[in-house]
């Protein structure tokens, strides 16, 4: 790309050149620089895709990808907000400029056609009785519109080219400020900790999403499945079966803010085992530390 973009360059400058050249008296050596440099910028014109209109309507990109995710907590609404604004107004901004920018393109196309059209009329008023001299300047005049024409084109490119560049860069600031509001006010949590034999361990990725904890016995291996009812409390379930012994139970939990960007889970919990000789039940406090992670985890 960055030998088509040197030569786009090249073309421009040359197609300027020769349009400089029409109104300051050049002759005939322009003439075959004209048709090589319309022919690049023709070729250059349709690799990019381009129409043949200066419509602002036909260059419009998708809207902006506003990030629904996240979390309820307000810091991190307020936040995603005010970054959305921001994207709203530098893609507005963006647009404005290349309305103005299709404006300047066609009042300058305008500009020198009618200046090219001047031109034409003088020059057939000097060709006198000579019957090929029409023709002549005829097609120098056609060779005059088309290059105007052209350039204008690769102009509205550039232009239609910087739009979306600047919508992409705003697009970009937005779901960078939307990962960092992530971080500081959603964080993911490495789970730990212990309660007699049974040790905790597990990642959360978002405490307003079902999560599951592991809590490792000597004897087997519970999965605590909590399901929150917001981000700060919740219930949780489990059932495990250790041979002919059924291990099922749940309770309610808490978020407690510990301080330091710490805090952990305080469930309330009761047991049943069922057995075929039998059963019974019981109930305690499980204590869960929650480590905050540096970066969101991939289960968000």
């Given at each position: 790309?960055?030998t088509?973009?040197?030569?786009?360059?090249?073309?421009?400058f040359?197609?300027?050149?020769?349009?400089?050249?029409?109104?300051?008296?050049?002759?005939c050596?322009?003439?075959?620089?004209?048709?090589?440099?319309?022919?690049?910028?023709?070729?250059?014109?349709?690799?990019y895709?381009?129409?043949?209109g200066i419509?602002?309507?036909k260059?419009n990109?998708?809207n902006?990808?506003?990030k629904?995710?996240?979390?309820?907590?307000?810091?991190?609404k307020?936040a995603?907000?005010?970054?959305?604004q921001?994207?709203l107004?530098?893609?507005?901004?963006?647009?404005?400029?290349?309305?103005?920018?299709?404006?300047?393109?066609e009042?300058?196309?305008?500009?020198?056609?009618?200046?090219?059209?001047?031109?034409?009329?003088?020059?057939?008023?000097?060709?006198?009785?000579?019957?090929?001299?029409?023709g002549?300047k005829k097609?120098?005049y056609?060779?005059g519109?088309?290059?105007?024409?052209?350039?204008?084109?690769?102009?509205?490119?550039?232009?239609?080219?910087?739009?979306?560049?600047?919508?992409?860069?705003?697009?970009?600031?937005?779901?960078?400020?939307?990962?960092?509001a992530?971080?500081?006010?959603?964080?993911?949590?490495?789970a730990s900790?212990?309660?007699?034999?049974?040790?905790?361990?597990?990642?959360?990725?978002?405490l307003?999403?079902?999560?599951?904890?592991?809590?490792?016995?000597?004897?087997?291996?519970?999965?605590?499945?909590?399901?929150?009812?917001?981000?700060?409390?919740?219930?949780?379930?489990?059932?495990?079966?250790?041979?002919s012994?059924?291990?099922?139970?749940g309770?309610t939990?808490?978020?407690?803010?510990?301080?330091?960007?710490?805090?952990?889970?305080?469930?309330?919990?009761?047991?049943?085992?069922?057995?075929?000789?039998?059963?019974?039940?019981?109930?305690?406090?499980?204590?869960?530390?929650?480590?905050?992670?540096?970066?969101?985890?991939?289960?968000?």
């Amino acid at each position: 790309m960055k030998t088509l973009g040197s030569c786009i360059l090249l073309s421009n400058f040359i197609v300027a050149l020769f349009i400089n050249n029409i109104y300051s008296g050049g002759g005939c050596k322009m003439k075959h620089t004209l048709i090589i440099s319309l022919f690049l910028i023709s070729v250059f014109s349709i690799s990019y895709g381009q129409g043949s209109g200066i419509k602002n309507d036909k260059f419009n990109i998708t809207n902006p990808d506003k990030k629904i995710g996240g979390c309820n907590n307000p810091k991190f609404k307020a936040a995603e907000l005010a970054a959305y604004q921001d994207l709203l107004k530098a893609r507005a901004e963006a647009a404005k400029v290349l309305e103005a920018e299709i404006t300047n393109i066609e009042q300058a196309k305008k500009d020198q056609l009618a200046k090219e059209n001047l031109k034409y009329l003088a020059d057939l008023k000097t060709c006198g009785n000579d019957p090929q001299c029409p023709g002549a300047k005829k097609v120098d005049y056609d060779d005059g519109v088309w290059i105007i024409q052209a350039f204008a084109k690769s102009e509205l490119l550039k232009a239609q080219n910087k739009e979306i560049a600047a919508k992409e860069a705003a697009q970009k600031k937005y779901d960078e400020e939307v990962i960092e509001a992530e971080r500081l006010y959603c964080p993911s949590y490495q789970a730990s900790g212990q309660d007699g034999p049974i040790v905790y361990s597990g990642t959360i990725c978002s405490l307003e999403k079902s999560f599951t904890i592991t809590g490792t016995h000597p004897m087997l291996v519970y999965h605590f499945n909590f399901v929150p009812s917001d981000g700060t409390s919740g219930t949780l379930s489990f059932s495990e079966t250790v041979g002919s012994v059924i291990l099922s139970g749940g309770g309610t939990y808490i978020i407690e803010e510990l301080g330091a960007g710490k805090s952990r889970i305080i469930a309330q919990t009761h047991t049943t085992a069922k057995a075929p000789g039998g059963g019974g039940s019981g109930s305690g406090p499980a204590h869960i530390d929650l480590t905050p992670l540096p970066a969101k985890c991939s289960g968000q």
